[in-house]
Nanobody
Framework: QVQLVESGGGLVQAGGSLRLSCAAS??????MGWFRQAPHKELEFVAS????????YNPDSVKGRFVISRDNAKNTIYLQMNSLNGEDTAVYYC?????????????????WGQGTQVTVSS
């Protein structure tokens, strides 16, 4: 099983930016995604990218602010987050999907990292 390790979380002021990284223990040939979970809220999908980086998908809640990318040579995916606000405060998880195309469906994801905390202060 691929091990996924997120990094890059932390405390940032509202309006600021962060870039999260997710390092995989080996190359993945499927799509990858990012989810988040805020306190007392359900897990929320925020981004997915195809196995070759050729296509991505974001929900409307983060579209235009969050950008997912991957570097398959480094076995790493990224989440660039801009214009952050308090509603973006959450634990962010990367995950490996069973499909090759981007997907927002929770059940498509078969392997998860431990998460990294992002806190946005006002």
């Amino acid at each position: 099983q691929v091990q996924l390790v997120e990094s890059g979380g932390g405390l940032v002021q509202a309006g600021g930016s962060l870039r999260l990284s997710c390092a995989a223990s080996r190359r993945t040939f499927t799509s990858m995604g990012w989810f988040r979970q805020a306190p007392h809220k359900e897990l929320e999908f925020v981004a997915s990218i195809a196995w070759n980086g050729g296509s991505t998908y974001n929900p409307d809640s983060v579209k235009g602010r969050f950008v997912i990318s991957r570097d398959n040579a480094k076995n790493t995916i990224y989440l660039q987050m801009n214009s952050l606000n308090g509603e973006d405060t959450a634990v962010y998880y990367c995950a490996e999907a069973r499909t090759g195309r981007p997907t927002s469906t929770y059940s498509d994801y078969i392997n998860w990292g431990q998460g990294t905390q992002v806190t946005v202060s006002s």
